[in-house]
């Protein structure tokens, strides 16, 4: 059997350090423009080096790889494997993907490539990325490996709320007239990530109701095997417990944990955004 590897991108975050088959995992690193002109790395950035609103500029913004950088990258992947998974955030929240087909739709190398859109971002797409590196570990056959991640793909859900209206707006996932209303009238739109894209389920007032809609949320599944909580870098949300607590008392045999939004999804939804993340067993 050939070799294989997986190309990600860094808005992938995972449930463990140290996975099996990480070994197999590259990845593509975005960038982001914080201020005019001035575009880093957006493995430098930190949380709380974005704003609560974003500016009329338009600041910050994530900066997608060229399509000469992404050429670049499947080229020397081409020298060394024989598959190339390549598994990258939600074609319906970035436009990385698209970008994707169309350099890999003018190359042409030894290497199998599969590209694969998550439908997911942050802990969603990290748990596909952690399947197909666990798959690869296995010496699972790399045709296999394709479907059983495209089985894996709507078998993972995720819910999403922020107070940060204008990154919504920014992202062109809400007009300006929601953003700036929600944000006077201090709403926490809570939003499904369905088939890839933002849906709007509900808004409330509060982190409690927030919390309430998670939780309600969670008992909507019946074979869960993960649940993964994404809160905000800064301190107080101390409803969240309440997760903590659901879990324990109803889900004692489900992996739960909880993380701190990643820079990438902080700058799509707000560094104050946050999310539930449920991955429902599927059988082999």
């Given amino acids: 059997m050939g070799l294989s590897c997986i190309l990600t991108d860094n808005a992938a975050q995972f449930t463990r350090p140290s996975f099996q088959g990480s070994k197999y995992v590259k990845y593509l690193n975005n960038q982001i423009e914080i201020e005019k002109g001035q575009i880093i790395d957006l493995r430098q950035v930190k949380i709380n080096d974005l704003p609560r609103r974003v500016k ?30 390549i598994i990258l955030a939600s074609s319906g929240l970035y436009p990385l993907y698209s970008q ?12 199998t490539i599969h590209l694969i859109d998550s439908q997911s971002i942050a802990i969603g797409e990290g748990q596909i990325v952690q ?8 010496n699972m056959n790399p045709a296999k490996i394709d479907e059983r991640l495209r089985e894996i793909v709507p078998h993972i859900y995720t819910l999403l709320c922020t107070p940060n209206l204008t990154y919504l707006h920014n992202a062109g996932f809400i007009d300006y007239a929601q953003a ?9 739109p809570i939003f499904a990530l369905e088939e890839g894209f933002l849906n709007p389920m509900d808004k409330v007032k509060n982190y409690r109701n927030v919390i309430d809609c998670f939780n309600e949320f969670i008992d909507e599944f019946d074979n869960i095997e993960n649940v993964s909580l994404i809160h905000p870098s800064v301190p107080g949300l101390i409803e969240a417990k309440l997760i903590r607590q659901h879990m324990e008392e109803n889900y004692p ?5 909880e993380y701190v939004i990643n820079p990438f999804l902080a700058s799509l939804v707000g560094p104050r955004g946050m999310g539930i993340v449920i991955t429902e067993s599927v059988d082999r």
Avoid: C, W
């Fill in 180 to 188: 700036t209303v929600g944000e006077m009238m201090s709403f926490l």
């Fill in 253 to 257: 045999q489900v992996s739960y944990s």
């Fill in 131 to 138: 399947y197909a590196a666990q798959f690869i570990a296995e």
């Fill in 100 to 111: 994707m087909e169309k350099v890999i739709s003018n190359l042409h190398g030894r290497a």
């Fill in 56 to 85: 009329p500029s338009g600041l910050p913004a994530l900066v997608p790889p060229s399509i000469n950088d992404l050429s670049e990258v499947i080229l020397s992947l081409y020298q060394s494997y024989d598959d190339i998974f």
